[in-house]
């Protein structure tokens, strides 16, 4: 008798979870490097219970969009942007190894190389660290930094061969079970930064989309609502 409410509320739920990752897309929409989330569904067979098995919808992940977003020239020469399906190393707060598509960096007063959320960029001999009096710095394309006095450093770039595995962890950060490779197929581009992969107008599109959806089940599931409440009085009243 309850199961339409049961698949009805298994659906709302699986469009909220939606609704959260396309109000997550669009909050992102101006950060650098962040690439679009969009969720992964699978239906749930429940086993039988005094009748026929009930199919339910299950919200059983999200997968991330790869194409690259838009450069943008800024002429910070701390600034960089991957061409290709790299990511840049960061250090995560555990002492861990995360990974960002996220170039726009500074340096704090020790000069250590940072993100936009304060990562520590990560090179081959770990927290990458910059002369405090360096008045040159150069960032070829395979992301060797160099000051007046020569090579310093060497900006981390990993590749993976499936980067549906990266994990999303917040910060525009990403963490994986399996440790990426050296990129062969990625340079680094100085003095520029690649903005976000959200298209605005599809995410709108799909905003409304699922507000209807929502709006359509609310309905099913107040009818059925007052079908049961109508059946229980009359009950009642026999």
Known sequence: MENSIYLGLSRQMVLRTNMDIVANNIANMNTAGFRAQNPVFEEYVSKPVNGDPLSFV?????????????????????????VGNGFITVQMPDGSTGYTRDGSFHLRSDGT??????????????????????????????????????????????EFENVQLLEPVGHNTYTCPQAGVEAQNTTVAQGFVEGSNVKPVIEMTRMIEILRNSQSTQKVLN?????????IQKLTKT
């Open 113 to 158: 190389l940072v993100t936009t959320t304060d990562r520590p960029v990560m090179g081959n001999g770990g927290v990458i660290v910059l002369p405090t009096d360096a008045t040159e710095i150069n960032i070829d394309e395979n992301g060797v930094i160099s000051d007046e006095s020569g090579p310093v450093s060497q900006i981390g770039v990993v």
């Open 223 to 231: 009818s059925e609502h007052e079908r049961m409440r109508e059946a």
């Open 58 to 82: 299950s919200d059983y992940g999200q997968y991330q969009m790869t194409d690259p977003g838009p450069l943008t020239q800024t002429g910070n020469d701390l600034d960089v942007a991957l």
